[in-house]
């Protein structure tokens, strides 16, 4: 059974920093990404990234969120500086074996099949 976990959300300042974590058991992923989605809005990709190592971000978290992975324990990192108040969402972990998503797509939720419950990330002002 493949199972997907977050951990790490709270609720911070803005200008703080937050990191969240995400655990795979089950099954291996080569393409993990972070989406959120705030309430009343749509589900968005926020952070991506293939089994090659290559990143991509959403252009409203470029330069404040860093994506990682680590192969071997396979899990997936979000670090998270200098939030805002619109940061505040829930977030989720999101992943598939396949070991390169084109870069089209790739913050496309419809791109990943296997998703985790979510963490709440909340940032007051």
């Known amino acids: 059974q493949i199972q997907v976990m977050e951990s790490g959300g709270g609720s911070v300042q803005a200008g703080g920093s937050l990191r969240l974590s995400c655990g795979v058991s089950g099954d291996r992923f080569f393409s993990m990404a972070w989406f959120r989605q705030a309430p009343g809005k749509e589900r968005e990709g926020v952070a991506c990234?293939?089994?090659?190592?290559?990143?991509g971000y959403a252009d409203s978290v470029k330069d404040r969120f860093t994506i990682s992975k680590d192969h071997a324990e396979n899990r997936l990192y979000l670090q998270m500086s200098s939030l805002k108040p619109e940061d505040t969402a829930m977030y989720y972990c999101?992943?598939?074996?396949?070991?390169?998503?084109?870069?089209?797509?790739?913050?496309?939720?419809?791109?990943?099949?296997?998703w985790g419950q979510g963490t709440q990330v909340t940032v007051s002002s």
């Open positions: 990234i293939n089994g090659d190592g290559d990143t």
């Open positions: 999101a992943g598939r074996r396949l070991y390169r998503i084109n870069k089209n797509s790739w913050l496309s939720s419809s791109e990943y099949r296997y």
